[in-house]
Nanobody, 125 residues
Framework: QVQLVESGGGSVQAGGSLRLSCAAS????????MGWFRQSPGKEREGVAI????????WYTDSVKGRFTISQDSAKNTLSLQMNSLKPEDTAMYSC??????????????????WGQGTQVTVSS
């Protein structure tokens, strides 16, 4: 079992920055990928940024490339998402997720077994 707890959400004006954190506990050694997904009202949940916990390789959805950076601190079992140049369309509930599968389509949410409760990000224009 892996427990995930997000923090760092909030409200910011367009162009601003936020940093999300996800504290992981439990059997984190069994994870292969961790990432951030988001969902806004009326839309499907989408993968935003993923990191391989074994290699450090990262993937980003096109809309956040160059603006968001995912990172991990293995010693602290913490996953972070630095979000810069935020846009109103980034407004969503952001959730941390962890996968125990070795080979996955990294943006498929059904590949992720563990999920946090989410943290709200609101960007005003």
């Amino acid at each position: 079992q892996v427990q995930l707890v997000e923090s760092g959400g909030g409200s910011v004006q367009a162009g601003g920055s936020l940093r999300l954190s996800c504290a992981a506990s439990g059997n984190t050694f069994g994870t292969y990928y961790m990432g951030w997904f988001r969902q806004s009202p009326g839309k499907e949940r989408e993968g935003v940024a993923i990191i391989s916990t074994r290699t450090g390789i990262t993937w980003y959805t096109d809309s956040v490339k160059g603006r968001f950076t995912i990172s991990q601190d293995s010693a602290k079992n913490t996953l972070s998402l630095q979000m810069n140049s935020l846009k109103p369309e980034d407004t969503a509930m952001y959730s941390c997720a962890a996968s125990v599968s070795r080979v996955i389509n990294v943006f498929r949410e059904d590949m992720y077994k563990y999920w946090g409760q989410g943290t709200q990000v609101t960007v005003s224009s």
